[in-house]
T-cell receptor, first 109, second 113 residues
Framework: RKEVEQDPGPFNVPEGATVAFNCTYS??????FFWYRQDCRKEPKLLMS???SGNEDGRFTAQLNRASQYISLLIRDSKLSDSATYLC??????????FGAGTRLTVKP | SAVISQKPSRDICQRGTSLTIQCQVD?????MFWYRQQPGQSLTLIAT?????????ESGFVIDKFPISRPNLTFSTLTVSNMSPEDSSIYLC??????????FGSGTRLTVV
């Protein structure tokens, strides 16, 4: 079983749609959680951290469910510029970050 | 957050040769991480580079193949040795920015022919 698993997609959605990604992790002792965005041929860039209480940044909402060991990312009112690959990341021991394979999102006009 | 300068950005190399990738950070960091990302795949941690000690390698990666240097707190190199086409990949260095995840270099796209 992979340490961090994501639905690879692709997700193809129209502009304005709401889309959600889930990511499961295997290590129950994992300490911190993140979502990254990776554009084609670019390096991953931190999108947001994921806190136990959930957190929101504009159109983006991240949630953590420790009991079920998954994190989620919700994007509301999708924009064309949201098209990218979204990687979840789990920090297992404060210096051991494990990444999912990424979920590809395409937002279409 | 830290800014990382990584080079080269890309290279095409002959099999059997070696390539050294450099990463320079604009601030001092305790640990630097080297990842590999093959097309359509996740980032795979190769090793953690610590200043003043040997790098720590992940399962499946060995020092003879991927020697790492960490001469100071702002710089590290990764060498891909005796390359074969299977080494064709994107190689990324990264640093941890306090508790707020990692920052990555812009990556080195390596093609071995």
């Amino acid at each position: 079983r992979k340490e961090v698993e994501q639905d690879p997609g692709p997700f193809n959605v129209p502009e304005g749609a709401t889309v959600a990604f889930n990511c499961t992790y295997s290590n129950s002792a994992s300490q911190s959680f993140f979502w990254y965005r990776q554009d084609c041929r670019k390096e991953p860039k931190l999108l947001m951290s994921v806190y136990s209480s959930g957190n929101e940044d504009g159109r983006f909402t991240a949630q953590l469910n420790r009991a079920s060991q998954y994190i989620s990312l919700l994007i509301r009112d999708s924009k064309l510029s949201d098209s990218a690959t979204y990687l979840c990341a789990v920090n297992e021991n404060n210096n051991d970050m494990r990444f999912g394979a990424g979920t590809r999102l395409t937002v279409k006009p | 957050s830290a800014v990382i300068s990584q080079k080269p950005s890309r290279d095409i190399c002959q099999r059997g040769t070696s390539l050294t990738i450099q990463c320079q950070v604009d601030s001092q960091v305790t640990m630097m991480f080297w990842y590999r990302q093959q097309p359509g795949q996740s980032l795979t941690l190769i090793a953690t580079a610590n200043q003043g000690s040997e790098a720590t390698y992940e399962s499946g990666f060995v020092i003879d193949k991927f020697p790492i240097s960490r001469p100071n707190l702002t710089f590290s190199t990764l060498t891909v040795s005796n390359m074969s086409p299977e080494d064709s990949s994107i190689y990324l260095c990264s640093v941890q920015v306090s508790a707020y995840g990692y920052t990555f270099g812009s990556g080195t796209r390596l093609t071995v022919v």
